[in-house]
């Protein structure tokens, strides 16, 4: 079975510096997605980032990135320039390419941005 | 807005008693999730269903039955509640089935206490 583990489970960053989250996953497979959904105060579950396990060019979106290492099973989260509205909840998370595409998430990183 | 919409937002009970959570997905997509945020267990997939069927199983527990109706509506019905179920259940939809390059959107959650 996959597993994906974030090893912070707080970070914080000052307004308009860069962070980045941390996220390790065990998987056998070689084709599958991961992903960084953001949880606000709302509770809303929303997709920051995605990437294909295929594509060897990290993602990129717009202030998030993402540093995808296939070998070494990493996937971070870089957030430049840092706003107070990214303050959240992130769960990094592992989906199959193949059969069903229930996500596996990780415990999650509680991120604060200091004004 | 996802699209995807869930009630209630809030819901008592108390132990022993059956509820009925209530998912519609986005508009033409024919997939829905159901997954658990708890504070110990994290964020769990429950049971997916594809266009009226089963189509995967996650860590249900046998209390718990979804079902998904002709209209693509999902319902999660809990049973014999336990101090324990109280979480956050949250529903997503997707257009794609089995292993295809879809999102998933996540509605914004029903938050169940049991007392």
């Known amino acids: 079975a996959q597993t994906v583990t974030q090893s912070q489970p707080e970070m914080s960053v000052q307004e308009a510096e860069t962070v980045t989250l941390s996220c390790t996953y065990d998987?056998?497979?070689?084709?599958?997605?991961l992903f960084w959904y953001k949880q606000p105060p709302s509770r809303q579950m929303i997709l920051v980032i995605r990437q294909e396990a295929y594509k060897q060019q990290n993602a990129t979106e717009n202030r998030f990135s993402v540093n995808f290492q296939k070998a070494a099973k990493s996937f971070s989260l870089k957030i430049s320039d840092s706003q107070l509205g990214d303050a959240a909840m992130y769960f990094c998370?592992?989906?199959?390419?193949?059969?069903?595409?229930?996500?596996?998430f990780g415990q999650g990183t509680r991120l604060t941005i200091n004004p | 807005d996802s699209g995807v919409t869930q009630t209630p937002k809030h819901l008592i009970t108390a132990t022993g008693q059956r509820v009925t959570l209530r998912c519609s997905p986005r508009s033409g997509d024919l997939s829905v999730y159901w997954y658990q945020q708890s504070l110990d267990q994290g964020l769990q997939f429950l049971i997916q269903?594809?266009?009226?069927?089963?189509?995967a199983k996650g860590n249900i527990l046998e209390r718990f039955s979804a079902q998904q109706f002709p209209d693509l509506h999902s319902e999660l019905n809990l049973s014999s509640l336990e101090l324990g179920d109280s979480a956050l259940y949250f529903c997503?939809?997707?257009?794609?089935?089995?292993?295809?390059?879809?999102?998933?959107?996540f509605g914004q959650g029903t938050r169940l206490t049991v007392v």
């Open positions: 998987t056998s497979e070689s084709d599958y997605y």
């Open positions: 998370a592992y989906r199959s390419a193949r059969g069903a595409q229930k996500l596996v």
């Open positions: 997503a939809s997707s257009v794609g089935v089995d292993g295809s390059n879809t999102e998933a959107f």
């Open positions: 269903y594809y266009n009226g069927e089963e189509r």
